[in-house]
């Protein structure tokens, strides 16, 4: 009796205040976690579905990749397939779908907006430009391996 009455209310103190500061922190930390983990599956399914409608192929059998555009319907399921799968707190998201002719643009609203712009590329003066750079990369290395030379004799 004597040592429990020469105690002070520190115990009490620490319980009735401490451990619920900590216990919401953690709460705040795994909703953070949860939260950032929801905003980057739909900003992966926006990128994946903008992509989609400019990159869009199907595997054949052969193995051979067949180039094509789907239609807003078919982009919206795949969208929809992949938020469902990947979306932790299960709310449902409206994803919206704009088709124009030289950029697709796939967002969501909701709780979190997430929007992606993929822009269509003519493929003949991609690989133009990319051999440009090529020839232009090679030119300057030669012309530094010349200059190495010079310098070192």
Not at 57 to 67: A, F, L, P, W, Y
Not at 90 to 104: A, F, P, T, V, Y
Not at 127 to 136: G, L, P, Y
């Amino acid at each position: 009796m004597k040592i429990w009455g020469r105690w002070k209310a520190s115990y009490t103190i620490e319980a009735a205040l401490v451990f619920p500061i900590l216990f919401s922190t953690l709460v705040f930390l795994l909703f953070l976690t949860f939260y950032a983990h929801d905003v980057v599956v739909q900003k992966a399914v926006c990128y994946g579905t903008a992509l989609e409608a400019v990159h869009g192929g199907v595997i054949e059998d052969t193995g051979m990749i067949r180039c094509v555009r789907p239609s807003r319907e078919e982009l919206f399921t795949y969208a929809q397939k992949r938020l469902l799968a990947g979306i932790i707190d299960g709310k449902e998201r409206k994803i919206s779908i704009n088709l124009k002719e030289k950029e697709k643009v796939v967002y969501i609203k909701g709780q979190v907006y997430a929007e992606a712009v993929c822009e269509e590329r003519n493929t003949a003066d991609f690989v133009r430009n990319i051999r440009r750079i090529q020839t232009v990369k090679e030119k300057v290395k030669e012309e530094l391996v010349q200059a190495k030379g010079e310098h070192g004799k």
